[in-house]
């Protein structure tokens, strides 16, 4: 297997902004916050089938959530965990945009099916898998999951408006994880990545060094 491709942040984001555009999804002039047709994109934008099936057997040692087969170019999301899907859409969202990133950043060429991880095999298989260790090219799935469903110009502009406001803690935070239909981790790992705000245990600060210094925001 070949080493996993670096990508930079700024890449990734410039990825996830580029196929939004193309699909027509404007997150620059959002006058709410609004959630990514994270669905729609797969199956319209990049014509990759999607269905619902159990796929446990993919990995008996593990919680499987969803797969993506390239050389079927199918993205199957694990029937056994759709009532889990169904409770937290949040969770659904995020595996979905979770395996398209796999076939954005790891299938090279798309019409011959070579990936760059030498997965060109129909039978070979990306599965998203509940464990805490993620191997690179897992991690960069999930960046590309939280760039796509959190776009950076929506993110600095909602999160603008809330520090204008002086009204940012962890239940507006919760409100614009529901806007955008991702969960709260989810939407606490991507302010801190992008450096908005630092979340920690609960506890909302302006950045890390305010976090270091123990600063958080109090009214």
């Known amino acids: 297997m070949s080493r996993v491709p670096y990508i930079s942040a700024e890449e990734m984001e410039d990825i996830a902004l580029n196929i939004l555009t193309d699909y027509g999804f404007d997150c620059e002039?959002?006058?709410?916050?609004?959630?990514?047709?994270?669905?729609?994109?797969?199956?319209?934008?990049?014509?990759?089938?999607?269905?619902?099936?159990?796929?446990?057997?993919?990995?008996?040692?593990?919680?499987?959530?969803?797969?993506?087969l390239p050389g079927q170019k199918r993205i199957i999301m694990n029937e056994s965990r759709k009532e889990l899907f169904e409770e937290k859409i949040g969770t659904m969202n995020f595996t979905m945009a979770h395996e398209l990133g796999?076939?954005?950043?790891?299938?090279?060429?798309k019409d011959n099916l070579q990936t760059s991880l030498n997965l060109n095999k129909s039978k070979e298989v990306f599965y998203c898998r509940s464990h805490s260790t993620r191997p690179p090219v897992e991690q960069q799935a999930d960046m590309?999951?939280?760039?796509?469903?959190?776009?950076?110009?929506?993110?600095?502009?909602?999160?603008?408006?809330?520090?204008?406001?002086?009204?940012i803690d962890m239940g507006s935070l919760y409100t614009l994880a529901g806007f955008f239909k991702v969960s709260i981790s989810a939407l606490c790992v991507r302010l801190n990545?992008?450096?908005?705000?630092?979340?920690?245990?609960?506890?909302?600060?302006?950045?890390?060094?305010?976090?270091?210094?123990?600063?958080?925001?109090?009214?």
């Open 29 to 68: 002039n959002m006058v709410l916050p609004m959630a990514t047709p994270i669905e729609e994109i797969i199956e319209f934008h990049f014509e990759l089938d999607f269905a619902w099936e159990p796929i446990d057997h993919f990995d008996p040692s593990g919680i499987v959530m969803a797969a993506i």
């Open 102 to 109: 796999h076939w954005v950043l790891h299938v090279n060429d």
């Open 144 to 167: 590309f999951a939280g760039a796509i469903l959190m776009p950076k110009p929506a993110l600095e502009k909602f999160v603008g408006k809330l520090k204008a406001a002086r009204n």
């Open 193 to 219: 990545r992008l450096e908005l705000l630092y979340v920690h245990k609960g506890q909302v600060y302006n950045s890390k060094e305010e976090y270091d210094g123990q600063i958080a925001f109090e009214f």
